[in-house]
């Protein structure tokens, strides 16, 4: 009697519905959620979507990296989560997932202690497997375009003074006269979400291994949702997803940090917009703004109130106002 051999991913689709597509045969329709598109092309296989069977509709669910931390025992759906507008408490450094596919997806890659890259790799096995529509098998992909593919948005270089001043300024190199004095390349992940969002993640310079850091890993402290206490600038752990992967990378000696830079290649998503080239940046919010006056309006609305009273990832500093006091003023010193 032949005895089957199970497959790698029988677990999981028996339950889901697999499918690797790209920016050219896929409809975003807001954070998480996905139409298909029926096109030839050379398909990068670039966004994981998924499915429960039996669902009814054409959605998709699209499947985001599974946070390195915290580990929790079991994976839930974030409370906060807002179809179209993400999560409204930690936004893009939510560790919750944001639907039931991708609970699946992440328990399945715990129990079965299977890395993101090799899941995508069988997937991309199994769906390319025979000929769809007389295409041919997609290019090996490089590390700086798997990085593309996983996280999406674009990378590019800012002055690091401007951007951790207050408040933050987005410059690019040659865009300010003053900032050519004092310019300093930081690389930053530009990630644009629903409602015009965009949220400008720092990927700091890779540390080197030492007595006090033996391997990479996350800052405890950003990942339960606080300020980090050691700073920015002298924090050795890992602030999000994209600044792990380009130190995993950097330390493996696969990637250049330039590569993220380069030119598109002929199947990579196309470039964003072009933005002006300096403008004012809330961090709270992810809005930016290309005047002084038009950031301080936007700080005297409400929704930027609103935020600020659920942010728990700033460390604000304030002092009780003077009492008896009706009109406030900065000083002059």
């Known amino acids: 009697m032949n005895r089957v051999v199970p497959k790698p991913l029988d677990g999981l689709e028996e339950q889901l519905e697999l499918r690797l597509v790209c920016s050219k045969c896929s409809l975003q329709e807001n954070e998480s959620t ?15 979507l998924a499915r429960c069977k039996g669902k009814p509709g054409k959605l998709w669910r699209k499947v985001n990296r599974r946070p390195g931390f915290p580990k929790p025992a079991q994976y839930s759906i974030c409370r906060y989560y807002v179809a179209g507008l993400g999560c409204r408490v930690h936004r893009n450094n939510c560790t919750f997932a944001w639907s039931q596919e991708e609970v699946i997806v992440w328990t399945f890659e715990k129990s079965s202690n299977m890395e993101r890259h090799v899941l995508k790799k069988l997937l991309q096995q199994a769906q390319t497997g025979s000929a769809v529509n007389g295409l041919s098998r997609p290019p090996q992909t490089s590390v700086a375009e798997e990085i593309w593919s996983e996280f999406g948005g674009h990378f590019q270089e800012i002055c690091k003074p401007c951007f951790y001043q207050s408040p933050p300024r987005i410059c690019l190199k040659g865009s300010d006269q003053a900032c050519a004095r004092h310019w300093s390349a930081l690389l930053v992940h530009v990630n644009i979400s629903g409602k ?21 890993s996350y800052c405890r402290y950003v990942s339960a949702g606080k300020p980090c206490r050691h700073g920015v600038h002298r924090c050795n752990y890992a602030h999000s997803d994209v600044e792990m992967a380009v130190w995993e990378a950097e330390q493996s000696g696969s990637l250049v940090r330039t590569d993220l830079l380069s030119p598109a290649a002929s199947c990579r998503p196309e470039e964003p917009p072009s933005q002006p080239e300096v403008h004012f940046y809330c961090r709270v919010c992810l809005v930016t703004c290309n005047s002084q006056e038009k950031f301080e309006n936007h700080c005297s609305s409400v929704e930027h109130t609103q935020m600020i009273a659920t942010d728990t990832m700033t460390q604000w500093a304030h002092r009780a106002p003077p009492y008896g006091l009706r009109t406030f003023a900065l000083c002059s010193r």
């Not at 996905?34 to 994981?48: A, D, S, T």
């Open 196 to 216: 015009a969002k965009e949220q400008y993640t720092e990927i700091r310079p890779c540390p080197r291994v030492s007595s006090s850091v033996k391997k990479l």
């Open 34 to 48: 996905y139409r298909l598109k029926e096109v030839e092309h050379c398909c990068v296989m670039e966004i994981f």
